[in-house]
């Protein structure tokens, strides 16, 4: 019923930049938060970025300053860019989002989840 589709991943090298996409379609009535996690090999999930719908956001220390969080309320979708990547921001990344539908009222919904490589 409702899908969330990311886009955006890669091989990036240090120093450079990325913008992930996550959007999402269905029987949706409205949407609350939405946010971005990752996930290193061997590490557990860990919030990156989220932001309400009013627009308030808020960021893992490791990447504040260098990620912004948007999102475009017309289009279901949430963004992420990524600048100054480091090495150690090589993950799975996944969107989240917290939002209504008919038939299911509110529950978290999550992406498939889009790779990103930071190597030189």
């Known amino acids: 019923q409702v899908q969330l589709v990311e886009s955006g991943g890669g091989l990036v090298q240090p120093g450079g930049s990325l913008r992930l996409s996550c959007a999402a379609s269905?029987?949706?009535?409205?949407?609350?938060?939405m946010g971005w996690y990752r996930q290193a090999p061997g590490k557990q999930r860990e919030l990156v970025a989220r932001?309400?719908?009013?627009?308030?956001?808020n960021y893992a220390v490791s990447v504040k300053g260098r990620f912004t969080i948007s999102r475009d309320n017309a289009k279901n979708t949430v963004y992420l860019q990524m600048n100054s990547l480091k090495p150690e921001d090589t993950a799975v990344y996944y969107c989240?989002?917290?939002?209504?539908?008919?038939?299911?009222?509110?529950?978290?919904?999550w992406g498939q989840g889009t790779q990103v490589t930071v190597s030189s």
């Open positions: 989240n989002f917290y939002l209504r539908t008919i038939l299911s009222g509110s529950m978290n919904y």
């Open positions: 269905g029987s949706i009535l409205s949407i609350n938060d």
């Open positions: 932001i309400t719908s009013g627009g308030s956001t």
